[in-house]
């Protein structure tokens, strides 16, 4: 399998794929906002190989009124420039602000925000796409509409669901193709 050949468009998680989770919590302004180690090489080297590249996050920090729309498009916009700094790249971001208990289409593991990507992008094919994420729901989601599945490994939470390959880190995984041939 070549990642880079095989594959087309990669979805990614955010918190605990990109940046650093608040345990409990929710990153509710730029200044919470930590990208884990290696994630801007790794969205360099991604940038190189997938289009496009998507983003799909549940933020129910809106639904219970923790953090706005508009608090959440600073943190992106913020994210987005950093990420453009460093020569990587995000091609759309989608969100689901829905709160869990009414488990909305949007909200992963549920194939919401993949299938207004499609609509944005028809020329998105699950069978070529990817999704990175490091919970359960994120692995689901990308099961559900029959993407390869990576794991970023935190160790923090029991896995449920087994994912196709399981790494320790967003860089790890942009470099595993090299190293797996």
């Known amino acids: 399998m070549d990642i880079y050949k095989d594959y087309d468009t990669l979805f990614l998680d955010r918190d605990g794929t990109i940046n650093r989770r608040i345990v409990d919590g ?9 990208f884990l180690p290696g994630v801007l090489e790794a969205l ?8 496009p590249i998507i983003i799909v996050t549940n933020q129910q920090g809106i639904g219970r009124e923790i953090m706005t729309h508009e608090e959440l498009a600073l943190i992106h916009n913020k994210m987005l420039e950093k990420i453009n700094e460093n020569k990587g790249r995000i091609d759309q971001i989608y969100y689901c602000p829905q709160l869990k208990v009414f488990n909305p289409l949007c909200r992963k593991p549920n194939p919401g925000m993949a299938m ?10 699950f069978n070529r796409s990817i999704m990175i994420g490091d919970t359960d729901s ?4 990308g099961k559900n509409l029959g993407m390869l599945t990576v794991r970023i490994s935190n160790n923090d939470s029991e896995v449920n669901v087994s994912a196709d390959i399981t790494v320790s880190s967003l860089l790890e995984f942009s470099k595993w193709n090299l190293e797996s041939q």
């Open 26 to 34: 929710y990153v509710t302004s730029w200044e919470e906002f930590e």
């Open 44 to 51: 360099y080297r991604f940038s190189q190989h997938f289009d």
């Open 116 to 125: 207004q990507a499609q609509e944005d992008n028809p020329s998105i094919d």
């Open 138 to 141: 994120d692995i689901q989601f």
